[in-house]
């Protein structure tokens, strides 16, 4: 046993080779031979043999790579010393004391006694280890097929392989799709495993946004020391988007043979985005060494970061690659809605948390992909599947981050105007989800949805409404036609938040008001003619408006609506929506199983740090309007975050307050009430309730069609204000961003790798584990 006191030798080859001599051992197998117990014990007591036992291991695999394992022995050793190493490294990254010991060289150590000299240019083991296996990703005959025409050929030399002729799937830069190889498919997987168990330090670390965050694993593999970058990032990005699970189209068919390259894709989708964890913001770089590029990459922009995955991702250019990954990845999060309607047609996947990740990444590095996306109704593909993760996981706390990505990623799409345009296509699609029916466009289905998931969706959804509200003014001024449903949608969401007791219970809550006032203000001044429904609407619900024009501001009136509040525990009022039937074949949005496993988010910055207000001019370019001096600094006081405290504790806070004892006074409500945009609405309603009123007493009418045929010609040419520049709250980067995104990612990879658990009861610090 290890744990015994004395060390040995690391020339004790008899010793050591038992730990991957084994020949039928799999990495559950590692991990049931070696408990968590006896790793600790070893590291605290004998640690001189667990640095032994990672530097031989390292070693084995290091001699793997050099021989080409061509023996089936070889093969069994490079995978036993990956599946130990897998087991043993994240206990080596949970003690700071051993934390650089994978940074320290290993002076002498099974060197053959060849004197000190050498160690001058020893690699640090890590790099040893990183080397190796991206050497071992591309090895033939072990994780590709060999290129030799017959046996008597004398062995692929390692070393003069060029490796971007081996990229494991065609896609982007690779035309070649190689035959399926099951054995291959588990190499890579166990070896992909490693490989993100080395990225996974950064779990171990708190969440400093400060900190100048690099990985230093991450680093090390994604830069020009490894002659493997550029087609394993091909690889593993290609592996992800050229994946089908139906199996080939045919409906039912995964029920007849085992899938064995989805555990292979959800790796590669997890190695591909931790890779990618970059902040954007910080980085400026040295050029990249102009041969590693293929002609998948665009060469004409100036150099890009030194990470080359970040790199590579942010030039690749070929409309028909951008058509390959945009296809890829609305199959792939598409796949759960075609359960719906043809239960157990094909094989559900579960990596969608990774794909909306990797999505967001392809927007963020690469705006030639993000004005591709936009460029057809192709994007509405994303947007569907997006809508309905949102709509189905509102209630269920434990899926708050998919909450935030799906949010995140629909307000970088709405900062582009071609978004807006979009979404006045039809939406035909039915897949069953738990919203009321309506006829209409895809603007439509997201008002309904966001509706949803305002009024019904989880306690700790509410920092979210800010910016499901800025989605809906970025889009608000390109929306032709909105349906009754949605109309009367919005129209309810004012009521709700201009009630006297939710405007005056918390700082930020009239922000609300304002997002929707500019909704109705840009569809009445820029696309007036086709929204009869709307305008109807908003004639319906006028009193609202002037509830609002006369908000009352003395102090016994603020009293009153802050009495109330303590009897209306409810966040929102669900009545005075006439909720429609669901469509059919659909399931309420379930609240999380007791018991199901979480890990805590930091919180996200407010709507003001988030985005940054540009204006949209007359030819339709935008001109940023930063840095803002309107606001002050009082008003925009950063949005509760997602702590790990109770929800129920976050309520009797808010309840008291947001802000320790903040209430509101006379002053501060004036201070925002002469700002309330109501001019256009005022003087729409000035206009056309008369004539609206007229035509009911006229006709005897109490029918809604006459009105709204009135309605459909009528004109306001003239009759309004001059209308005001369209503003856009374009997301904008930040470190807080950078900071949610690295311990969500991370969050989801810890609870998805449950067989083996790799990081389960260790001492992680990313983030908290709790249940729910």
């Not at 010393?81 to 043993?88: G, Y």
């Not at 990444?361 to 992909?369: A, R």
């Not at 429904?533 to 024009?549: D, P």
Request: hydrophobic letters at 40%; glycine letters at 6%; one cysteine or more.
């Amino acid at each position: 046993s290890l744990t015994t006191r004395t060390p040995v030798e690391a020339t004790d080859d008899a010793f050591w080779d038992q730990f991957w001599a084994d020949t039928a051992t799999s990495v559950q197998d590692v991990f049931a031979l070696v408990p968590a117990a006896e790793i600790r014990a070893v590291r605290e007591e004998s640690p001189s043999n667990l640095a032994t036992l990672c530097y031989k291991a390292v070693e084995k695999l290091v001699q793997g790579a050099e021989s080409g394992c061509h023996s089936d022995k070889e093969k069994q050793v490079v995978l036993n010393c990956s599946r130990l190493l897998t087991r043993v490294l994240p206990y080596i990254f949970e003690d700071p004391d051993w934390r650089g010991f994978f940074w320290s060289t290993v002076p002498g150590a099974g060197r053959g006694g060849q004197g000190e000299e050498e160690d001058e240019n020893a690699r640090p083991l890590a790099e040893s280890l990183l080397l190796a296996i991206a050497d071992l990703l591309f090895c033939p005959d072990f994780t590709v097929q060999s290129h030799r025409r017959s046996t008597v050929d004398s062995a692929e030399d390692v070393h003069s392989l060029d490796s971007c002729e081996y990229i494991w799937e065609a896609g982007v830069g690779f035309a070649h799709s190689p035959q399926p190889n099951y054995i291959h498919d588990q190499n890579r997987m166990e070896l992909l495993k490693l490989l993100l168990t080395c990225f996974s330090e950064a779990m171990y670390l708190p969440p400093a946004p400060e900190s100048g965050s690099t990985n230093p694993w991450v680093q090390f593999f994604c830069s020009t020391e490894n002659r493997h970058a550029l087609p394993l990032f091909t690889s593993l990005l290609n592996t992800v988007c050229a994946y089908d699970p139906v199996g080939y189209g045919i409906p039912y068919n995964h029920l007849l043979f085992s899938d064995y390259r989805e555990p292979l894709v959800e790796e590669a989708a997890q190695v591909l985005i931790v890779t990618l964890d970059h902040d954007g913001a910080t980085s400026a770089s040295p050029t990249v060494d102009g041969t590693t590029t293929s002609t998948a990459m665009d060469d004409s922009d100036p150099p890009g970061p030194e990470n080359l995955f970040v790199n590579y991702l942010s030039r690749i250019h070929r409309e028909e690659d951008f058509q390959f990954i945009l296809k890829g990845i609305a199959r792939l999060l598409s796949n759960p809605l075609l359960q719906t309607y043809l239960p157990n047609s094909t094989k559900k996947i579960q990596f969608h948390q990774e794909l909306l990740v990797l999505f967001w990444k392809l927007c963020d590095f690469n705006k030639k992909f993000l004005f591709f996306v936009l460029k057809s109704s192709d994007v509405l593909d994303i947007l569907v599947p997006i809508l309905y993760f949102l709509n189905d996981a509102r209630a269920d706390q434990s899926r708050v981050g998919l909450m935030h990505i799906g949010v995140f990623i629909l307000l970088l799409l709405s900062g582009e105007r071609n978004f807006g345009v979009r979404l006045n296509k039809p939406y035909s699609v039915r897949v069953p989800m738990d919203i009321p029916v309506f006829t209409g466009t895809h603007a439509d289905l997201l008002i309904v949805v966001f509706h949803k998931i305002i009024t019904s969706g989880h306690q700790r959804l509410q920092p979210l409404f800010d910016c499901l509200l800025t989605i809906v003014v970025n889009v608000s001024p390109y929306l032709k036609s909105l349906s009754m449903v949605s109309a009367n949608k919005l129209l309810h969401l004012l009521e709700a938040f201009s009630t006297t007791w939710f405007l005056f219970s918390a700082a930020q809550n009239h922000h609300l008001v304002f997002f929707l006032l500019e909704v109705f203000n840009n569809i009445i001044q820029y696309q007036f003619d086709g929204n009869s429904n709307l305008v109807y609407a908003i004639i319906r619900k006028r009193g609202v408006f002037h509830q609002l024009a006369n908000l009352p501001t003395d102090p016994p009136s603020i009293h009153k609506a802050l009495q109330r509040r303590r009897r209306t525990p409810e966040p929102l009022s669900r009545t005075g929506s006439q909720e429609g039937a669901s469509m059919e074949g659909s399931r309420p949005a379930a609240p999380a199983e007791p018991g199901t496993l979480k890990t805590s988010l930091v919180a996200t910055p407010g709507i003001d740090k988030l985005t940054e207000k540009s204006q949209v001019s007359e030819d339709g370019t935008l001109r940023s309007l930063e840095p803002e001096c309107q606001q002050s600094s009082a008003e925009g006081s950063p949005v509760e975050g997602e702590l790990s405290q109770a929800w129920r504790e976050q309520r009797r806070l808010s309840s008291a307050s947001t802000s320790g004892q903040w209430s509101p006074t006379s002053d501060w409500i004036l201070s925002w009430k002469s700002k309330l945009p109501l001019q256009t609405i005022m003087r729409l309603l000035q206009v056309l309730v008369p004539q609206v009123e007229k035509i009911c007493i006229d006709k005897g009418l109490t029918d809604e069609s006459e009105i709204l045929r009135f309605l459909q010609h009528g004109t306001l040419v003239g009759l309004l204000p001059v209308p005001h520049p369209i503003l856009i709250r374009k997301y904008q980067a930040n470190s807080g961003t950078a900071m949610w995104f690295r311990t969500y990612m991370w969050g989801v990879i810890y609870l998805r790798n449950v067989d083996p658990p790799v990081w389960y009861d260790t001492d992680v610090k990313l983030f908290e584990i709790q249940r729910v």
